[in-house]
Nanobody
Framework: QVQLLETGGGEVQAGESLRLSCAAS????????MGWYRQTPGKQRELVAT???????NYADSVKGRFTISLNNAEDTVYLQMNSLKPEDTAVYYC???????????????????WGLGTQVTVSS
């Protein structure tokens, strides 16, 4: 399987910045897309931003102009630069992966789509 390790969460004041990282590991064959989602208690997980291996990006309207997603294909790592943070950005942020990986000695890669465990981002007013 693919493992996703998110780092970079924390607590900041409104207007400050944070950078989240998510490193994928586990004999990855190909990344089709990675992304970030977030969730607050009692609400559904929502899209923050996604990026394809070719660099195409998609952002939630609420973060456009403030957040930037980037993908390092060589390191299988996706980043989320979050600027001008607002209290409403407070959530658990989850990394997502959509691609293929090799299992054991099989030459045929398997498809994997999944989430990391999440990292808490808290923005105080």
């Amino acid at each position: 399987q693919v493992q996703l390790l998110e780092t970079g969460g924390g607590e900041v004041q409104a207007g400050e910045s944070l950078r989240l990282s998510c490193a994928a590991s586990g004999h990855i064959a190909d990344i089709e897309a990675m992304g970030w989602y977030r969730q607050t208690p009692g609400k559904q997980r929502e899209l923050v931003a996604t990026i394809s291996s070719s660099g195409s990006t998609n952002y939630a309207d609420s973060v456009k102009g403030r957040f930037t997603i980037s993908l390092n294909n060589a390191e299988d790592t996706v980043y989320l630069q979050m600027n001008s943070l607002k209290p409403e950005d407070t959530a658990v942020y989850y990394c997502s992966f959509d691609g293929t990986y090799y299992q054991g000695s099989s030459p045929r890669p398997l498809r994997y789509g999944g989430w990391g465990l999440g990292t808490q981002v808290t923005v105080s007013s």
